[in-house]
């Protein structure tokens, strides 16, 4: 099979590989080349159960025919996770198989083989990926469209979520070559496009909404508080024109909690939260409703109230834990519960307690192969450096710091890259300290968070006034000035004895 590998001719002509496998292709049986036409669309291989959905054929039939293209090697079979996969032996011959297709059968398998991996579970994480590979080329724009919205949406919840809600199995790679939002608002001009013209189908507006929940999601955790709250509410309007769906309303409701929890605005909080309660309730959707408990737990907790939080806490836990699913589903939201019941007893300066929570936290993440939220490691950190167990503190910081530049969470990373930027002044990293306490005040900033605020001149005061030569250039203010600032943002918040912190 050497000279299967030559590929074109320099004038266009067929090459020494395109006639040998042309005429092969010609004395094979009907069925083997059928199911090298099926194999030939997939993107790299075909199971066998796809093959018997496409083909109809019985099962002992499709396996000698598959024997027969081994031998032939023409294919060949691979295991993988207990699962077998038939891929040519040169990629030549697929490619060569799909082009000498016709135009119609090739649209027809496309939408077949999409068809067949629509039945198949959802947790394949090139699920989606394989889908809008098929539609595209049988021409169903319609499902291209709803699953690379969906996929950015999975993407979004990812690697843009606050308060961690979902593991998703989607790619960050994926998404790398063009900015998600960009991707959006391409997709966006289209959408509106398509809903102009079919205004009595729904499948649009509901596309719609999610678009905008999906730019949401990315808006509002990276602290374009404006623009996000723009697109919740034509989420929300648009949900009110098709019919209010409570699920949609709910997840509205909660990008309105995420902003006011980030900047402290709780006013009316209370009431969002209380609704989504009673939405969740009355439609029976309990895991909306445990959500909502935590995030009705970590409010009251931000309110000083902190009783009343580790009950609600308690009644999200006790969701998750007996769900009678996989827990690994629900481990970011049982990691998050804990995380909050720590900082519960940390602001209470309980600080065994909170270490004990912050334990269980990362421990149920590690135990379902999650990867744990880097403020959970900076929220133990600090709590080891108020017990005076330093090197305690300071591994766990820089655990956070590693997982931090990973991702592109803002919540808590003003914070912890202070606490990084005073280790390393500690031990004389000048340059390296100035760079964390720069991406300190930047992340800060672009957070705004009174309480990430507060923290931040917390640090800048003990840089300050321990390292006045390394800060020169960088902290041009005094001492008592930056501690004012801290008490400013600090003295209103409860269980903020953080004023109390980094005195030393």
């Known amino acids: 099979m050497k000279e299967y590998s030559e590929g074109r001719l320099k004038d266009g002509?067929?090459?020494?590989?395109?006639?040998?496998?042309?005429?092969?292709?010609?004395?094979?049986?009907?069925?083997?080349?059928?199911?090298?036409e099926v194999i030939s669309a997939c993107q790299a291989w075909a199971d066998f159960e796809s093959l018997e959905y496409i083909l109809h054929r019985?099962?002992?039939?499709?396996?000698?025919?598959?024997?027969?293209?081994?031998?032939?090697?023409?294919?060949?079979?691979?295991?993988?996770?207990?699962?077998?996969?038939?891929?040519?032996?040169?990629?030549?011959?697929?490619?060569?198989?799909?082009?000498?297709?016709?135009?119609?059968?090739?649209?027809?398998?496309?939408?077949?083989?999409?068809?067949?991996?629509?039945?198949?579970?959802?947790?394949?994480?090139t699920r989606k990926e394989r889908l809008i590979y098929h539609y595209s080329i049988s021409g169903n724009r319609k499902k291209v469209l709803e699953y690379t919205i969906r996929s950015m949406a999975e993407y979004a919840e990812k690697y843009y979520e606050l308060y961690p809600i979902y593991s998703s199995s989607c790619r960050r790679?994926?998404?790398?070559?063009?900015?998600?939002?960009?991707?959006?608002?391409?997709?966006?001009?289209?959408?509106?496009?398509?809903?102009q013209q079919k205004q009595e189908d729904p499948f649009?507006?509901?596309?719609?909404?999610?678009?905008?929940?999906?730019?949401?999601?990315?808006?509002?955790?990276?602290?374009?508080?404006?623009?996000?709250l723009v697109c919740v509410r034509k989420a929300s309007a648009t949900n009110e024109m098709v019919g209010m769906d409570p699920l949609t309303r709910i997840r509205c409701l909660r990008f309105v909690i995420y902003y006011q929890l980030n900047v402290w605005k709780l006013e009316d909080t209370e009431k969002y939260l209380q609704e989504s309660l009673e939405q969740a309730q009355k439609e029976g959707l309990?895991?909306?409703?445990?959500?909502?408990?935590?995030?009705?737990?970590?409010?009251?907790?931000?309110?000083?109230?902190?009783?009343?939080?580790?009950?609600?806490?308690?009644?999200?836990?006790?969701?998750?834990?007996?769900?009678?699913?996989?827990?690994?589903?629900?481990?970011?939201?049982?990691?998050?519960?804990?995380?909050?019941?720590?900082?519960?007893?940390?602001?209470?300066?309980?600080?065994?307690q909170a270490i004990n929570y912050y334990q269980k936290a990362i421990k149920i993440c590690e135990s379902n192969h999650c990867s744990c939220n880097a403020i959970i490691y900076t929220n133990m950190g600090r709590c080891w450096i108020a017990m005076g167990r330093k090197a305690e503190g300071r591994k766990a910081i820089f655990m956070a710091e590693e997982v931090y530049n990973e991702s592109f969470t803002l919540i808590g990373r003003s914070i912890n890259k202070g606490c990084a930027s005073i280790f390393e002044?500690?031990?004389?990293?000048?340059?390296?300290?100035?760079?964390?306490?720069?991406?300190?005040?930047?992340?800060?900033?672009?957070?705004?968070?009174?309480?990430a605020l507060g923290i931040l001149n917390l640090h800048k005061a003990y840089l300050k006034r321990k390292f006045p030569e390394m800060f020169r250039e960088i902290l041009n203010q005094d001492e008592r000035q930056?501690?004012?600032?801290?008490?400013?943002c600090l003295d209103n918040i409860p269980g903020g004895y953080s004023t109390e912190e980094i005195q030393d």
Do not use: W
Request: with cysteine.
């Open 286 to 352: 309990d895991q909306e409703y445990a959500i909502t408990c935590r995030l009705y737990g970590l409010y009251f907790s931000m309110t000083g109230e902190f009783d009343k939080g580790m009950d609600y806490l308690k009644k999200s836990l006790g969701f998750f834990l007996n769900a009678p699913i996989k827990s690994r589903v629900y481990a970011l939201n049982i990691s998050a519960c804990y995380n909050y019941m720590g900082e519960a007893m940390r602001k209470q300066k309980k600080l065994e």
């Open 204 to 228: 649009y507006a509901r596309l719609y909404i999610l678009l905008q929940l999906t730019k949401a999601q990315y808006y509002i955790p990276q602290g374009y508080y404006e623009e996000g």
């Open 58 to 125: 019985d099962s002992l039939e499709l396996l000698e025919a598959l024997d027969g293209l081994k031998e032939k090697n023409i294919i060949q079979e691979k295991q993988t996770q207990g699962q077998s996969r038939f891929m040519f032996t040169h990629g030549d011959m697929q490619k060569y198989v799909h082009e000498q297709m016709p135009f119609s059968k090739r649209k027809v398998l496309h939408e077949k083989l999409a068809e067949f991996i629509e039945k198949q579970p959802s947790y394949d994480f």
């Open 425 to 451: 002044a500690e031990d004389g990293n000048k340059e390296r300290a100035a760079a964390l306490l720069k991406e300190a005040k930047k992340s800060a900033g672009q957070f705004a968070s009174p309480y």
């Open 13 to 36: 002509g067929p090459s020494c590989f395109d006639k040998l496998f042309q005429v092969q292709m010609n004395t094979l049986p009907k069925l083997e080349r059928q199911i090298l």
């Open 482 to 488: 930056y501690r004012e600032k801290a008490r400013a």
């Open 173 to 195: 790679e994926e998404f790398q070559s063009c900015s998600l939002i960009e991707q959006c608002k391409e997709i966006e001009d289209e959408l509106c496009g398509l809903y």
